[in-house]
């Protein structure tokens, strides 16, 4: 995984991604929300969507984990 916002949220990211349990997913929700934040109010969104759409790629067979981040990107489950 290409590095994103610097080692904090890289070595935070490898812990999430080891986990396999939704309940390890839904206790890194405030964390990742504290990532967004902080690279969108430093003019990094660009880099926050490259990050999601890794941790997407990466992890396209964790259902329940893709489910939460999507609730990260502020767009419907389902789309009408």
Known sequence: MRQF???????FYS??????KPAA????VPY???I???LERTGKKNEWDMFLN???VEN???RKL???????????????
């Open 60 to 62: 396209a067979r964790k």
């Open 15 to 20: 812990n999430v991604s080891a986990k396999t």
């Open 25 to 28: 997913y839904r206790s890194a």
């Open 32 to 34: 990742l929300k504290k």
């Open 36 to 38: 967004k934040g902080l």
């Open 66 to 80: 893709l489910e939460i981040l999507d609730g990260l990107t502020n767009k419907p489950l389902i789309e009408s």
């Open 54 to 56: 890794s941790v997407r």
């Open 5 to 11: 916002g610097g080692p904090s949220i890289h070595i």
